[in-house]
């Protein structure tokens, strides 16, 4: 067990290491879905903001009502724009990390395979070294009834 004290530890540390990527996973998928609720938003003022244009009759406004009016159109739309990139950026950043987090997982299913193949050599080693006694003990008790029979005592 000794020997295995160093592959137990870095299993250990290998497993704080993916859970600790999971927990990041996690913050950036949040971030997603926090920038994807921030462009629902942009898109639905902007819908109703036209709707509301839509309504008010734009035949009536003033020249300088309606300047101002697509003005602030073109602004929300490059507000959109930028959420759009905002989201690319969110959704590369899950890729990377869940990327990271599938590394971790590998590098910690090949430490407990090296755990288990050690520690199926240890029991193998251990059952060998119990197959040795029980053969010398057989053999030693042999010996005994070969000299009992040879003195002529019975056992």
């Given amino acids: 067990?000794?020997?295995?004290?160093?592959?137990?530890?870095?299993?250990?540390?290998?497993?704080?290491?993916?859970?600790e990527y999971a927990k990041t996973v996690a913050r950036a998928?949040?971030?997603?879905?926090?920038?994807?609720?921030?462009m629902d938003a942009l898109t639905g003022y902007a819908g109703e903001t036209d709707q509301r244009w839509l309504g008010a009759g734009a035949s009536q406004l003033s020249v300088e009502l309606m300047r101002h009016h697509y003005q602030f159109m073109d602004r929300l739309q490059a507000a959109i724009a930028l959420q759009t990139q905002a989201i690319a950026n969110a959704q590369r950043q899950v890729e990377l990390v869940t990327k990271t987090l599938?590394?971790?997982?590998?590098?910690?299913?090949?430490?407990?395979?090296?755990?288990?193949?050690?520690?199926?050599t240890a029991l193998k080693q251990q059952q060998l070294r119990e197959q040795r006694l029980t053969d010398e003990m057989a053999s030693i008790m042999h010996a005994r009834r070969q000299a009992a029979s040879l003195i002529g005592e019975s056992p």
């Fill in 1 to 19: 067990m000794a020997d295995l004290r160093g592959i137990l530890l870095a299993i250990d540390l290998a497993t704080r290491q993916r859970d």
């Fill in 29 to 38: 998928q949040r971030t997603v879905l926090h920038a994807q609720s921030q």
């Fill in 102 to 120: 599938l590394q971790a997982e590998h590098r910690l299913a090949g430490l407990k395979q090296v755990l288990a193949s050690r520690q199926l």
